[in-house]
């Protein structure tokens, strides 16, 4: 079993950075994939990024590529999401999730889950 625990949101004026968290705990997270998903009121729970187990291949939705990265210290147990230029439209409960071995983007593929970190951008 893993446990996910996500941390560094918050609400931050357009244009500027966040760094989102993800600490697992009840496993190493070297063989798994982790993926950063996020959910705004009202619609579906998105793909945002996900990265391999060894960190060799990161993978991004088009609406956040060029702005997004998503790393992974195997050490430390850890992932995150560094966020820059951020956008009102990138306002949302952001989730971190891990799948062993492989990287799906698609939540339903996801075995474990975070409970969310808010993210909040004004205009």
């Known amino acids: 079993q893993v446990q996910l625990v996500e941390s560094g949101g918050g609400l931050v004026q357009a244009g500027g950075s966040l760094r989102l968290s993800c600490a697992a705990s009840?496993?190493?997270?070297?063989?798994?994939?982790m993926g950063w998903f996020r959910q705004a009121p009202g619609k579906e729970r998105e793909f945002v990024a996900a990265?391999?187990?060894?960190?060799?291949?990161?993978f991004y939705a088009d609406s956040v590529k060029g702005r997004f990265t998503i790393s992974r210290d195997n050490a430390k147990n850890t992932a995150a999401l560094q966020m820059n230029s951020l956008k009102p439209e990138d306002t949302a409960v952001y989730y971190c999730?891990?799948?062993?071995?492989?990287?799906?983007?698609?939540?339903?593929?996801?075995?474990?889950w975070g409970q969310g970190t808010q993210v909040t951008v004004s205009s």
């Open positions: 009840g496993s190493t997270l070297s063989s798994y994939g």
């Open positions: 999730a891990a799948r062993w071995q492989v990287v799906p983007i698609t939540p339903d593929d996801y075995n474990y």
């Open positions: 990265i391999t187990w060894s960190g060799a291949s990161t």
